[in-house]
């Protein structure tokens, strides 16, 4: 989590109109730990905002997007309807008017896809169709499309909207652990799973720590036609986290440590205020995106 | 087709044939007591000894036990006395293998009915009896040995050079002008014909390596002139050419070999036996041909047949091809299905009754599936606890249980054991694999000083004296049992919990003579309604390739559970073990492979196995009698699960009976096996049509169902019959009243209990465990009326219930980073302040 460090560095080692400390004074050792201090606040809260709001933002213009791009492939009857459909692409629109959320979900549960919105687990059928449905979204995190549903009741209507049509379900149950599953679905009958994660006691909106399912049926499902992937990597289950992110951490990190040698070369030659106009951009872009790895890192239903 | 007037016309059948057997043989009506057929002729042979003409002259009695409504690979007990004694004994008697024996019973299964009234298509003849090899259809040699030539009895046809055929033809060669040859060809069904004179014009079940063992036997009598075999018959389904099934009538014809007739002095005609009574020829030495099997077919061997008129019952697919109506599944118990069997058409085939079907499903499994309403009743064999609020009462319906089955031979080829005992400990030391098995698994930790295989265990020796106690095999050491969930294994395993000594065994205690429990299974809990496969140990195979490259481990192999008790039965029936430690290179691939050993050899089977003791009635397969109070030891006939009911004990009216193993320990006449087969059913909340239908199955097979027999509707052996008197006296009023309160839905649902829908998921380990599995196209409540216990039979599990799937790391993530973020901000403001206190800012 040293990813702001050069800002602190920045401002310990403003210069020049104060008394200079030296080495080995009390001072000194004072300065050094409230700049750690500072770098270390400055880091979590940074990744905070990030999980909270900015990452809300990118929620927000990812699904304006995806919705354009899915309105376009509806209308054009591209939209996909089953098989193996790329991680990624938008598959359905899941609206809960209850809870006024509208949603394209994205096909895919790995941590990344649910940075975009709520994902379908790829060995289900699409939402809409017959047969058991699952969609997982976010708690609290990156929009939190998902953060209401455990407050739907039984009855209340989700709407999902897929390549062949639109289904109303209707909420059966909040299942949580323990529960006894609800009845298998036959015939044309569906059941579409949402999936998401709840907390307890003080702070339980930022806390999303156990796995809730909520269960709408409907009566009447669209065909799903066969092709399903047999399973889904662990990144993909609930709950889980997607190691495979790792290596772009490691770049994410090199390009920060590339940046603050950058700075700190800089300000030998160039007035402060001239390298931070050109560097502060470069910066919250680098760390907006090194959060978007971290993210990759935690528990996908966040 | 008329049931009764075909019982009927097979009786009068039975009685012309007596009557018109030849004239030599004096006949006796047919005994018609019962299911069991006797008959008793008078045969004779005439031949020549050093010029003095004699008469051999033998008052037989031929008994089955069973002819009526067979089911396929039914086994009949055949018995004799009075025949000549045999001689030159092979160790196998099935097919070509006891040819080389002299006097032995021939017998077989031919297409027909002995009755010269009826068309020449329906009648019996040796065209029509089934051999599997083509030796045993035909002789040929030179014309000066040709000993049927002299035959007494022969017509003119059959002592020409070629004779069994007019001409022959040209698939069988041709025959030089010094020898003779006589053949049988095989009428199959539907008028083709096969010469049966060498290998390729034989019928395709005939051909070598196919998937059945020969039926037809060549079997021993005493020299007390007594003797019995066990014959297995086969249907169209198995035998396609015979085609014997309720449509086509066939026979079991049993030709007491006497020797041929001679109408003058030839040598060879006059043989008589070159071995004495009694004798073994195991190295399948020559014997004389004039009194030994080949020649079954000549007029002196076949006019002293008996034929028994058999009758095939309906087959298991009738109610799928002539139902009426969707058929209502019920589920569960395995126990049931030979019930089944004879109850379904008694359903489906009724209009005025529901089309009732029964599939075989992990008590457990059937029992959820009621209770989420998909299927209307379950079929189970104890209590349940009730996981919602709708109240379940329980209709006793079958009386039956598990046996040990087994296929023992007597060392020396003295015959098989008919009798066994086994106790709580010896089936312990069989299901925790705690014999070695061979001589690779004595480097099994723990097991290096434990008896090879059970036959090598003084404890079994010492209850079972008189077997091969110097051979051990790797089928002797171990008990072909069930690899799926259900209540047999629950029942065992509750016998084996209620042993001090089984348990203490378990628990690591040797028995008296040193063995010691498989350290994999030591301290196991039981009771377990799947028994597991713990052991891990792969054994080390230096020099072995093929099992060097297959490692795997070698205990369970030797165990190998199946999925139904069915295959088990069957298994036993061909004595041909479950154990897949065979290991094989497929010299194309170069892949290893373990298979399943070869079945085995007459003369040195030792194989355990558990069935329903249904299933072993059908087949008849021996049964062995297990341990109650202690040196008890009690058969499973119905005295020993009248004994069992004795000791059951009786809660809620709507419970099943209890009976306890605690109980049986006490009792000297109670079978440990016994178990109670249940209809399981709501009493409140099931829909008016389902409980209608589950209410007449109930009042039907309590009453017209319990009526012992062979017939549709009826119950076959191997059951108790459920009696409104006796020791059944209680059931019976338990199932009346049950079966109301299901009609009624009288039962009052529990207020407390939230409402529930439990299921069954497939064990689909695609899914993440939160998630059930999406429902296959095998959806069992949509009553397709094919039985697909397979499919449904692998889920195991209960009940699913959300898994708890929780992450520490999301639970404290966010505020802990937000006050570390907070903390620090307010250290590194403290540390500006003090910096700047000091002058330095």
């Known amino acids: ?302 | 087709m008329n049931r009764r007037m075909m019982v009927g016309a097979t009786v009068l059948v039975a009685a012309l044939g007596a009557v018109l057997v030849p004239a030599a043989s004096q006949a006796q009506p047919a005994s018609t007591s019962g299911v069991a057929w006797s008959q008793t002729h008078d045969l004779t042979r005439d031949y020549t000894v050093g010029g003095v003409a004699k008469t051999d002259e033998r008052h037989v009695t031929v008994t089955a036990s069973k002819r009526t409504d067979l089911q396929a690979r039914e086994r009949i007990n055949v018995s004799w006395s009075g025949a000549h004694p045999s001689g030159a004994r092979a160790a196998n008697p099935y097919g070509e293998n006891g040819m080389n024996q002299e006097y032995p019973v021939v017998i077989m299964e031919c297409r027909g009915l002995d009755d010269a009234s009826l068309p020449a298509d329906q009648q019996l003849s040796p065209n029509t009896c089934w051999t599997s090899t083509w030796g045993q259809r035909t002789t040929k040699g030179p014309t000066s040995t040709a000993a049927w030539l002299h035959d007494k009895y022969a017509t003119d046809a059959d002592t020409q050079q070629v004779s069994g055929v007019s001409t022959l033809p040209a698939e069988c060669g041709t025959l030089p002008a010094t020898f003779s040859e006589h053949i049988t060809p095989f009428d199959a069904v539907g008028a083709k014909t096969f010469s049966g004179c060498n290998a390729d014009t034989m019928p395709p079940e005939a051909a070598i390596g196919s998937t059945d063992p020969p039926n037809e036997l060549e079997a021993f009598t005493g020299t007390d002139g007594k003797g019995s075999a066990q014959f297995e018959v086969r249907s169209d389904t198995e035998n396609a050419s015979l085609g014997c099934s309720h449509t086509v009538a066939c026979s079991l014809v049993v030709v007491p070999i006497m020797g041929l007739s001679c109408k003058d002095t030839n040598v060879f005609c006059n043989q008589t036996g070159a071995f004495a009574p009694g004798s073994s020829n195991f190295e399948l030495n020559g014997v004389n041909a004039a009194v030994s099997p080949q020649y079954w077919w000549s007029a002196s061997n076949w006019r002293g047949r008996f034929s028994i008129p058999l009758t095939f019952g309906l087959p298991p697919s009738t109610c799928q091809l002539l139902g009426t109506g969707v058929p209502t599944p019920f589920y569960g118990s395995e126990l049931l299905s030979q019930a089944a069997l004879q109850w379904s058409p008694a359903y489906c085939l009724r209009k005025d009754r529901f089309n009732w079907q029964d599939n075989t499903m992990p008590d457990d499994a059937a029992f959820a599936l009621m209770q989420s309403g998909q299927s209307a009743a379950a079929e189970v064999s104890g209590r349940r606890s009730a996981d919602g609020p709708d109240p379940v009462g329980y209709a006793p319906t079958a009386v039956t249980g598990f046996g040990i089955a087994y296929e023992i031979d007597k060392p020396d080829n003295a015959g098989e054991v008919t009798t066994l005992r086994l106790n709580a400990r010896l089936l312990a030391k069989l299901l925790t694999e705690s014999y070695p098995a061979s001589t690779m698994g004595l480097a099994h930790p723990g097991l290096s000083k434990n008896p090879i295989s059970l036959n090598l265990d003084p404890e079994f020796r010492k209850l079972n004296p008189g077997l091969d106690t110097s051979h051990f095999s790797e089928a002797a050491s171990t008990l072909l049992t069930l690899s799926t969930a259900s209540d047999v294994i629950k029942t065992i395993t509750d016998y084996i919990a209620h042993d001090p000594e089984a348990m203490a065994f378990i628990d690591g205690k040797a028995d008296p003579w040193g063995m010691r429990i498989n350290p994999s299974y030591k301290g196991i809990k039981l009771p377990v309604s799947t028994w597991p496969l713990l052991d891990t140990w792969i054994p080390s195979t230096p020099g072995q390739i093929c099992l060097k490259n297959n490692p795997a481990p070698y205990l369970p192999k030797v165990a190998a559970p199946v999925s139904s008790l069915r295959l088990i039965a069957t298994a036993t029936l061909l004595s041909w073990p479950n154990v897949q430690t065979v290991c094989d290179t497929d010299p194309t691939t170069g892949l290893y492979k373990l298979g399943r050993i070869a079945p085995q050899g007459v003369g040195s089977r030792f194989m355990l196995g558990v069935v329903t003791l249904a299933d072993a009635q059908r087949y008849g397969l021996r049964v062995a009698s297990l341990q109650a109070a202690p040196g008890k030891y009690v058969a499973p006939d119905n005295a020993g699960l009248s004994g069992a009911l004795a000791v059951a004990k009786h809660g809620d009216p709507f419970d099943p009976y209890t009976i306890s193993q605690a109980s049986i320990r006490k009792s000297s006449k109670a079978y440990p096996g016994t178990m109670v087969v249940y209809t399981a059913a709501k009493t409140h909340g099931l829909n008016a049509a389902d409980a209608k239908k589950v209410a007449q199955f109930i009042s039907v097979s309590s009453t017209e169902g319990q009526q012992a027999g062979r017939g549709n509707g009826q119950l076959p052996a191997g059951y108790l019959p459920i009696k409104d008197s006796g020791v059944t006296k209680p059931l019976f009023a338990t199932a009346a009243k049950v079966g109301n309160a299901i009609r009624t839905q009288s039962g009052k649902p529990a207020a407390t209990t939230p409402p529930k829908t439990p299921t069954v998921p497939a064990n689909d380990s695609a899914l993440p465990t939160g998630v059930d599995a999406a429902p296959t196209t095998s959806t069992p409540a949509t009553g397709a009326p094919v039985k697909t216990p397979v499919v449904v039979a692998t889920a195991t599990q209960p009940v699913a219930r959300t898994m708890p799937i929780t992450s520490d790391l999301g639970g404290v993530l966010l505020p802990m980073l937000l006050f570390v973020g907070l903390a620090g901000g307010v250290v590194a403001g403290f540390g500006r302040i003090a910096l700047r206190a000091r002058g330095r800012r």
Request: proline share 7%; aromatic share 6%; with cysteine.
């Open chain 1, 1 to 302: 989590m040293t990813t702001l460090a050069f800002l602190g560095s920045g401002s310990r080692k403003r210069p020049v109109t104060r008394t200079a400390i030296r080495a080995g004074e009390p001072a000194e050792t004072i300065a050094v730990t409230s700049s750690a201090f500072l770098m270390l606040a400055l880091v979590s809260l940074w990744f905070v905002l990030q999980a909270l709001a900015l990452g809300g933002l990118s929620e927000h213009r990812s699904q304006a997007l995806l919705y354009s791009s899915f309105r376009q492939e509806l209308a054009a009857a591209t939209a996909p309807t089953g098989g193996v459909i790329t991680p990624g692409t938008p598959v359905a629109l899941v609206s809960i008017p209850a809870l006024g959320v509208e949603q394209v979900v994205v096909e895919g549960t790995a941590s990344g896809d649910l940075l975009a919105g709520p994902g379908h687990l790829r060995s289900t059928p699409l939402p809409g169709q017959a047969g058991i449905s699952v969609v997982f979204g976010r708690a609290s995190t990156y929009g939190a499309p998902f953060s209401e549903i455990t407050s739907l009741r039984v009855g209340d209507e989700v709407v999902a909207q897929n390549g062949q049509g639109s289904v109303t379900y209707h909420v059966a149950d909040i299942r949580r652990a323990g529960d006894p599953f609800p009845a298998a679905p036959t015939g044309t009958q569906g059941r579409l799973t949402l999936v998401t994660a709840e907390g307890s006691g003080a702070f339980s909106a930022l806390r999303p720590s156990a796995a809730v399912y909520v269960d709408a049926t409907a009566d009447k499902a669209l065909p799903a036609p066969g092709g399903l992937p047999a399973g889904v990597p662990a990144s993909e289950q609930v709950m889980a986290s997607d190691t495979g992110a790792l290596p772009m951490l490691v770049l994410c990190l090199a390009l920060l440590v590339a940046l603050t040698l950058g700075v700190s070369a800089a300000r030998q030659r160039w007035s402060t205020a001239l390298v931070w106009v050109i560097a502060a951009p470069v910066a919250i872009a680098l760390s907006w995106s090194t959060s978007d790895v971290v993210m990759r890192l935690l528990p996908n239903l966040m």
